[in-house]
């Protein structure tokens, strides 16, 4: 699974050796130098992880973490300040955790590591088109954004994405997310395949095979 890191610091040199150090890591990293581009790119694109300096031009990383912690995208603050209140301050504005420059790119990495473990960006994650869906976490992001989906809604979108280009009957999918008790009732399936295809605009790609049940296609 592909790992996407924002590296939010002014420091050219910093930005790049950082950039340098988590590509051979085997992450994808972007860079920005100023809080208030960051600030543009973080809600306009999905990232996994944000590394941020707090002395930020434009807007320095407390005020853009308080703008951004509704996205529930993980912080961890890179800042030159080493006093006890800066490093309190920092996680309580919500970032996971604080490093200290200077520092060692290994416990760079291995901060990064223990993060993305912890908000499960390295558990099982299957990608279609524009989607991501996260299946430790129950949730599926359209471009970044999650998707309100009900538990039968996720559920049945995940069976038919682990069986791709696969005819699936209603009977099968009504075993396999409602039970037997629900036998009978394909009306039901029929139902949650149109609010699936509306919801997540993939209308095209989940294909009614005539007398038997759908087919996820890619």
């Given at each position: 699974m592909e790992i996407n890191i924002?590296?939010?610091?002014d420091d050219e040199a910093?930005?790049?050796?950082?950039?340098?150090?988590?590509?051979?890591?085997?992450?994808?990293?972007?860079?920005?130098?100023d809080g208030l581009e960051a600030f543009h790119m973080?809600?306009?694109?999905?990232f996994d992880l944000i590394i941020m300096d707090i002395m930020l031009p434009g807007m320095n990383g407390l005020e853009l973490m308080s703008k951004i912690k509704d996205l529930n995208t993980p912080v961890i603050f890179l800042t030159a300040k080493n006093g006890l209140v800066d490093k309190i301050t920092g996680l309580k504005s919500?970032?996971?955790?604080?490093?200290?420059?200077?520092?060692?790119?290994?416990?760079?990495?291995a901060r990064i590591e223990i993060v993305l473990r912890r908000y499960s960006k390295n558990s099982n994650c299957i990608e279609f088109k524009d989607l991501k869906i996260y299946e430790d976490e129950r949730v599926i992001k359209k471009e970044g954004q999650p998707i309100d989906l009900t538990l039968k809604e996720f559920e049945?979108?995940?069976?038919?994405?682990?069986?791709?280009?696969?005819?699936?009957?209603?009977?099968?999918?009504?075993e396999r997310i409602w039970g037997y008790e629900y036998m009978g009732e394909t009306r039901t399936i029929d139902t949650h395949i149109q609010k699936i295809r509306k919801k997540l605009d993939i209308a095209d790609d989940i294909k009614t095979v005539y007398k038997i049940g759908y087919r996820l296609e890619e």
């Open positions: 924002l590296i939010v610091e910093i930005s790049n050796l950082i950039k340098i150090s988590l590509n051979m890591a085997g992450y994808e990293c972007k860079q920005v130098f973080i809600t306009e694109e999905d919500g970032a996971e955790d604080y490093i200290i420059k200077p520092f060692e790119i290994v416990e760079l990495l049945l979108m995940l069976l038919l994405l682990k069986n791709k280009n696969m005819a699936l009957s209603r009977e099968y999918l009504l």
